[in-house]
């Protein structure tokens, strides 16, 4: 059974910032792309960021791309989001999400997290 939890939510003021966490197990991680996907209230869930399997391959949505940065530790089994500059539209639950292969910007991934709340406050 494979885990995916997410960690690092909050509320935090408009210009804030925030670092997700996405812990994988029972995976081998390095052979998966990660993503970060989030579902705001009434609304569909959307793509956010994407790495590929060796870290080297990054893609964004334009509402988040200049403001945030997707990384991965293959050691540790973890992604991670940091996000900056944060506005209330990114208000969200934020999940993570593992495609074994390339990265994709749609939603056909393998596995997910039960998802973080991040709650921005103006």
């Known amino acids: 059974q494979v885990h995916l939890l997410e960690s690092g939510g909050g509320l935090v003021q408009a210009g804030g910032s925030l670092r997700l966490s996405c812990a994988a197990s029972t995976l081998t991680f390095s052979d998966y792309a990660m993503s970060w996907f989030r579902q705001a209230p009434g609304k569909e869930r959307e793509f956010v960021a994407a790495?590929?399997?060796?870290?080297?391959?990054?893609s964004y949505a334009d509402s988040v791309k200049g403001r945030s940065t997707i990384s991965r530790d293959n050691a540790k089994n973890t992604v991670y989001l940091q996000m900056n500059s944060l506005k209330p539209e990114d208000t969200a639950i934020y999940y993570c999400?593992?495609?074994?292969?390339?990265?994709?910007?749609?939603?056909?991934?393998?596995?997910w997290g039960q998802g973080t709340q991040v709650t921005v406050s103006s």
């Open positions: 790495i590929s399997r060796s870290g080297g391959l990054t």
């Open positions: 999400a593992a495609r074994y292969g390339l990265i994709k910007r749609d939603s056909s991934y393998d596995y």
